[in-house]
């Protein structure tokens, strides 16, 4: 039983102490993605739109304690200054993560709010500036067969 625990003491002093989902935290600039209740992509971090939707999820949790605001560090701070002033108007935390987590891919996390806790919000993604609307048709397409027998 000693060399289990003397073999738990190296491992954890070589390679740091053992995490929870570090795939996972990769992607959430050190969160887990049940404890994020928006994010903004580093494409949209400038998007009128995305800084709108992050102040008013700031307000709707403004009372609540255990929030934070993850902003990816890597960002200009031109663009995530807005999203810092915001925090500070509704006296919520904000952390500039600045380590391996936070990227500059388009896709990236740029701007996190995430909870102490698990709050398992379905739908984090504010609608990307990239990304068309989707037409509604309700006319089915004819298949194979269909376009065949005319």
Known sequence: MADDDLQQHLNSSI???????????????????????IRVFNQDVEAPAS??????????????????LLINGKLDPEMTAPYMKAASAKNIQFTLVNDGTANLAPKGAGILLVASSAINVEDIDQPTSAEPPRPQSSAKKPGFFGRLFK
């Open 51 to 68: 800084l709108s939707a992050v102040t008013a999820a700031l307000a709707k949790t403004a009372g609540e304690s255990g929030y934070k």
């Open 15 to 37: 390679y740091g102490p053992p995490q929870t989902n570090p795939d996972e935290r990769r992607h959430y600039l050190g969160s887990l993605r049940e404890r994020v209740a």
